[in-house]
């Protein structure tokens, strides 16, 4: 048997895993995805509006977006998702663009993450924490991550689902523990009437948030791999899973705003701190205990949070490997695992790297997780500028492709959805740049933020124009050394 280098073994692939994911399992893997409890604070920093928004943004971008990923999904179920979508649409370099932002993305952003687990933790059992102890913990946490992601999906999808249930469970405890200290303390904040009507202030920064909390629906289909009916299972899964979504952001929101004055509330250890105080107020001498067990659900979420999007970003970014256009180390799978292991490692790399030059540039928590957000928030909401247009580009293009599921409407119905969904993304990425938190150096935040978007663009550009490059050298007959379609020698 050919050894093809692109993999880790003779005839390995991401298309040999198991398939063992199930409507059950892919629902509760969207919600790990999609459910972020890093950024539950950061949007209820916007104040009671922020329910408001929330429930605006989910009719008006929520619902198109689910419609034109469940049409997408359910006709292209290939491994790789986006990058799969994106290729069909605009052709071999866009789709590995698109990998590429998908995939650097998450290893900015596990940073932000993690420092949320350390300030958490601060907050809750290490008073005092310094600051190079927490710089240990999040690099710590990110090779963690990387570890369990190479781990084969049957065991890894076990940490999706737990972080799901652990996601709604953390979310309806804090919204319920909130109407008790409402009912028996009054409310931190003024819920009148005037307080849900969104109004321009200084918290507006933290608007594109909830834009943000949104998306993930896509993630699925990234390792459509292992699904065991794709074509069937991803619009349910979607149904459900938005469902669930939904109704458990606006309880952590609520919960959050009846305990925290909003003056107080800090975007890094907002929940952690709600969830000391009502628990207190109402539970008496129970409160320390059953406030230590939903501490450490909080931190496990985390975890889980970063292992499910690391497995989707990787998985598409592998499936550029494997296609050779982008350079073969990303479609490196492990033998033993059938994972991507080199894509996994390279991304603790780089999350590893960025982490060190924040905790140098940023002197507060907020300052190094709110730079680092951006940044990864940013580059992460590129790709759909190029995935939702996708639809119509398909629709026309491949007009004959099964689609199990279409977006409702005919022609209208799809512009409609894709057009709403291009206005939150463009909008979301605006106010990402324009608007700086307060005590964030401004000059710094646009460095980082702008300078970091710039070159990760222009490296995924450029690796994927030297991939495809590659892949037609390879490809090209009577070449010494050439390959078929499979990858095997000829």
């Keep these: 048997m050919a050894f ?105 952003w596990a940073p932000a993450v993690f420092v949320v687990f350390a300030g958490t933790l601060a907050s809750a059992f290490w008073g005092g924490m310094s600051r190079t102890w927490a710089e240990i913990i999040v690099i710590a946490l990110i090779w963690l991550v990387v570890g369990i992601g190479i781990l084969p999906m049957s065991l890894s999808k076990w940490v999706n689902s737990a972080s799901a249930a652990v996601k709604v469970a953390v979310l309806v405890m804090l919204g319920a523990i909130g109407v008790a200290f409402v009912i028996h303390h009054g409310s931190a904040n003024s819920f009148a009437p005037s307080q849900w009507v969104p109004s321009f202030g200084a918290n507006w920064s933290f608007l594109p948030i909830i834009i943000y909390n949104f998306m993930g629906f896509e993630l699925m289909s990234s390792a459509a791999g292992a699904v065991k009916h794709p ?6 899964m979607l149904l459900f899973a938005g469902a669930i979504i939904v109704g458990a952001q606006l309880l952590g929101n609520f919960g959050i705003l009846a305990a925290i004055p909003l003056k107080n509330l800090s975007i890094v250890t907002g929940m952690a701190d709600a969830m000391k105080l009502s628990f207190h107020a109402v539970l008496g001498g129970a409160a320390t205990t059953v406030f230590d067990v939903f501490i450490v659900l909080l931190l496990f979420s985390l975890i889980g949070n970063m ?16 296609d050779r256009s982008a350079p073969g180390v990303f479609g490196h799978v492990n033998r033993r695992f059938t994972t991507p292991d080199y894509a996994f490692v390279l991304m603790g790399v780089l999350a590893t790297a960025l982490t060190i030059v924040n905790y140098a540039f940023f002197a507060t928590k907020e300052s190094v997780f709110w730079s680092i957000f951006a940044l990864s928030s940013i580059v992460f909401l590129f790709p759909y500028l190029l995935m939702f247009p996708a639809l119509l580009v398909l629709r026309k293009k491949q007009p004959d492709r099964p689609r199990p599921y279409t977006v409702p ?6 512009w409609a959805s894709v057009l709403l969904t291009l206005a939150g993304v463009i909008f979301a990425i605006v106010f990402f740049f324009y608007l700086v938190p307060a005590g964030t150096p401004k000059v710094t935040y646009w460095v980082v933020t702008g300078g970091g978007t710039a070159m990760s663009m222009l490296v995924g550009w450029w690796l994927a124009g030297r991939g495809g490059k590659k892949a037609r050298e390879i490809a090209a007959p009577g070449m010494p050394g050439a390959q078929d379609a ?4 000829k």
């Design 4 to 108: 093809d280098s692109r993999i880790g073994a003779p005839g390995v692939s991401l298309a040999d895993q198991p398939k063992t994911m199930g409507i059950f399992t892919m629902t509760l893997f969207a919600v790990s995805a999609m459910i972020t409890l890093d950024t539950v604070a950061t949007s209820s920093a916007l104040g009671v509006q922020s329910i408001t928004l929330f429930v605006l943004f989910a009719v008006i971008f929520f619902v198109p977006y689910g419609l034109v990923t469940a049409e997408l999904g359910s006709g292209w179920p290939e491994e790789g998702g986006i990058y799969v979508w994106v290729r069909e649409a605009y052709g071999e370099r866009w789709g590995t663009f698109t990998a590429w932002l998908y995939w650097v993305n998450v290893a900015y």
């Design 231 to 236: 074509r069937r299972d991803i619009p349910r």
């Design 307 to 322: 292992v499910t999007w690391s497995i989707g970003s990787n998985h598409s970014m592998a499936s550029t490997g494997l």
């Design 409 to 414: 409407g005919g022609r209208v119905g799809a």
């Design 486 to 489: 499979a990858g095997r020698r």
